[in-house]
């Protein structure tokens, strides 16, 4: 999974990069055409488990790419070149700035204000793809082909909602729309967790003014949007620190859990997906997929031959197998299962499946 970070200028984008990562990337000011990409692996108590058990020679962590895009320009804007940089990622994080820096003589706080900058250069950029792919077509239509003209309607109708100052995300996407969507890599139907970059000495998030940082923003987004506290600057020291430290440290703080953790939290709830684990003394590994996932598409992950030629899954499920000890245990119990075709993958979801190419 790969995740792009947005924000106006001293947002505190690069500073959460490092927070989430553990990096080291400048922050000290403008630096110019620098991208930084960071990869970690998802904590997840659930494999230490499974590890513990199956002792395997292989362990692969569900990992995600952190992209903190370069500047194209010392603007407020995101500009073109990031956006470029953007069109890759699976969901943004957009950091909005909740405190005040002196240093960089800023004193306003306005989340709202950020909100609106940016979720409006998002929607230019769509339009601007939609427009630049519509005048093409339209240059075609003449031949009278009905699948151009059709294509052409599709996207008038995106447009439509672009129009109306609403991301694609808004609303319920068709399939015909989805693939166009696909192939302008369009912006606005990703999903957007928002990290309110809170001051140090608003932690652990509770004074007023964080309260109202957020509140803001789930006041403008409505309830169903997802936003987190942190503070980016607390969290790139941090990940610095050793883990007696850096839980020491946390506990002085008041915070109950990472800003990493949080966000891998929030970000698998925004994005509704669930983790399902292959196990076994060669590899204990980790998958995540969306939610109402089929059995096949699941294998599909591990390798497309085994979708293809799909027979069945063999599965039971962490929660069962710790409860129980053992998967003798669980087969005694009757809780070790064969599925189909149509079967939905459930979050601990522990898969063989059996296929023949
Ligand atoms: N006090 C305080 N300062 C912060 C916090 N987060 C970032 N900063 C400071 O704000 C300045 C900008 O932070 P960056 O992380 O470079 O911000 P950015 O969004 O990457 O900035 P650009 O890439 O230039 O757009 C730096 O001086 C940071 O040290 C925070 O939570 N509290
Ligand atoms: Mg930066």
Redesign the pocket.
């Given at each position: 999974m790969k995740l792009g970070?947005i924000?106006?200028?001293?947002?505190?984008?690069?500073?959460?990069?490092?927070g989430l990562t553990g990096s080291n990337a400048?922050?000290?000011?403008?630096?110019k055409g620098k991208v930084n990409i960071g990869v970690i692996k998802v904590p997840d108590e659930r494999m230490e488990r499974l590890i513990a058990m199956y002792q395997p020679k292989k362990i692969t962590y569900t990992s995600i790419e952190f992209v903190?895009p370069a500047?194209s320009s010392?603007s407020d804007e995101i500009g073109s070149q990031r956006l470029g940089q953007l069109r890759e990622v699976d969901a943004f994080v957009h950091?909005i700035?909740c405190?005040?820096?002196s240093?960089?003589g800023i004193s306003n706080i306005d989340p709202s204000e950020e909100l609106e900058s940016i979720n409006l250069e998002l929607i230019l950029a769509d339009m601007d793809s939609i427009q630049r792919k519509k005048e093409r077509l339209e240059k075609q239509v003449k031949s009278g082909d009905a699948k151009i003209k059709e294509q052409v309607r599709i996207l008038q109708g995106l447009k439509e909602t672009l129009d109306n100052n609403l991301p694609l995300r808004s609303r319920k996407i068709t399939f015909e729309e989805q693939a166009i969507i696909d192939e302008l890599q369009l912006l606005t139907n990703k999903q957007v967790l928002y990290a309110a970059?809170?001051?140090?000495q608003d932690l652990p998030g509770d004074t007023a003014r964080s309260l109202s940082g957020v509140e803001t923003i789930s006041g403008i987004l409505g309830e169903n949007a997802s936003v987190i506290a942190?503070?980016?600057?607390?969290?790139?020291e941090l990940v610095e620190l050793e883990e007696d430290e850096r839980r020491e440290y946390m506990q002085e703080l008041g915070i109950q859990s990472s800003g990493l953790n949080k966000l891998i939290n929030t970000c698998y709830n925004m994005l509704d997906l669930v983790t399902f684990f292959t196990c076994g003394p060669k590899e204990v590994k980790a998958y995540p997929v969306p939610r109402h996932t089929k059995a096949p598409h699941a294998a599909g992950k591990i390798h497309s031959d085994i979708e293809r030629g799909f027979i069945r899954a063999e599965v039971m499920n962490y929660k069962d197998l710790i409860a129980l000890g053992s998967e003798a245990a669980v087969k005694e119990k009757g809780l070790f299962r064969v599925e189909g075709k149509e079967y939905e993958v459930q979050d601990g979801d522990m898969f063989c499946f059996r296929f023949n190419v």
């Open positions: 970070i924000g106006t200028k001293y947002s505190g984008k690069t500073s959460l990069f490092n400048d922050t000290s000011g403008y630096q903190d500047n010392d950091v700035r405190f005040e820096n240093a960089l970059n809170i001051a140090e942190v503070c980016a600057k607390i969290e790139a």
